[in-house]
């Protein structure tokens, strides 16, 4: 069993930084793909950013967000620069053992979210 918290989330304002954090409980943890996602009011959950060996991104944080990993503290992190209103959603930790293939929709293990508020 995986158990993924996060924590870092807060009400900040436009064009401020802030650092998500996701500590993960599983037994190796660099055989995981890790990942960021978030959901704003009244959309679908959508994915942010993944890491596995290489990073991926969703076009909107491309160059301002930044995935990053330390597998001997299974933790996993989202440094968020610039934010924009448009940031603003429940942000989710997730986590899938790295023989699910990299193109399935599929994730197995979810954080219960941190809420980041970017206000004007």
């Known amino acids: 069993q995986v158990r993924l918290v996060e924590s870092g989330g807060g009400l900040v304002q436009s064009g401020a930084s802030l650092r998500l954090s996701c500590a993960a409980s599983?037994?190796?943890?660099?055989?995981?793909?890790v990942g960021w996602f978030r959901q704003a009011p009244g959309k679908e959950r959508e994915f942010v950013a993944g890491?596995?060996?290489?990073?991926q991104y969703a076009d909107s944080v491309k160059d301002r967000f930044i995935i990053a990993r330390d597998n001997a503290n299974k933790m996993v992190y989202l440094q968020m620069n610039n934010l924009r209103l448009e940031d603003t959603a429940v942000y989710y930790c997730?986590?899938?053992?790295?023989?699910?293939?990299?193109?399935?929709?599929?994730?197995?293990?979810w954080g219960q979210g941190t809420q980041v508020t970017v206000s004007s």
């Open positions: 599983v037994g190796t943890f660099a055989n995981y793909e």
């Open positions: 890491m596995l060996w290489s990073t």
């Open positions: 997730a986590a899938r053992h790295m023989t699910v293939p990299s193109t399935s929709r599929s994730w197995t293990y």
